[in-house]
């Protein structure tokens, strides 16, 4: 395990799967797997006890299931820099959202090619979210039926700039940060910091959070186009 290495916990429980994402792991340069968790609550204690970068969290597991896990990881200020990826058997899974609104950056499917499983770790490792504009449409269009909209706009969202409720919209639309700077003629660099003071702004996560609280509240709605740069 080198320095830099990318340290991923395996949370499932089924030992046929985890060991299976190990062998895709552990042979992956950059990143190796520092532990396996059966349930949730195991999968909580062990953040603590090693050092995690990433979680690839089961939903279903007995004792404590994925979404609760994912929810004390997300709520524990000494696992700020914990990132989840949920795992579903199913892409039409509505658990997935909830595991979204608990602080999950993203999810895979349990059939994911090892090359795309690497991948994923890697964006979500870098602090990115895992929401591509084909899954972030299909999955918040069931969001806002499963959420009601709140009776008024949440008083944080006065703290945000025009400009970074632009780049919000932008990223509610599942554009990356390269896309957007280029859209606006910004530097991905000045992207990154806006979107940054936005999720400090709005107690997000990351940015996974950010595209929940857009459609939420009604900012952007499914099938909408992207806004007028």
Known sequence: ????????????????????????????????????????????????????????????????DGIEATRRIGADERLTGVRVLVLTTFDNDDNVIYALQAGASGFLGKNVAPGDLVAAIRVVAGGEALLSPRATSGLISRLIHHIPQPARQPPELALVTEREREILLLVAHGLSNQDIARRLHLSPLTVKTHINRTMIKLAARDRAQLVVFAYQHRLVRPGDALPDS
Do not use: K
Not at 32 to 50: F, I, K, M, P, S
């Open 1 to 64: 395990m080198g320095d830099g290495d990318i340290r991923v916990l395996l949370a499932d429980d089924q030992a046929l799967i985890r060991a299976g994402f190990r062998m895709i792991i552990d042979a992956a340069p950059g990143m190796t797997v520092v532990g396996e968790a059966a349930d949730g609550r195991e999968a909580v204690a062990l953040c603590h006890r090693a050092a995690v970068d990433v979680v690839l969290m089961d939903i279903r597991m007995p004792h404590l």
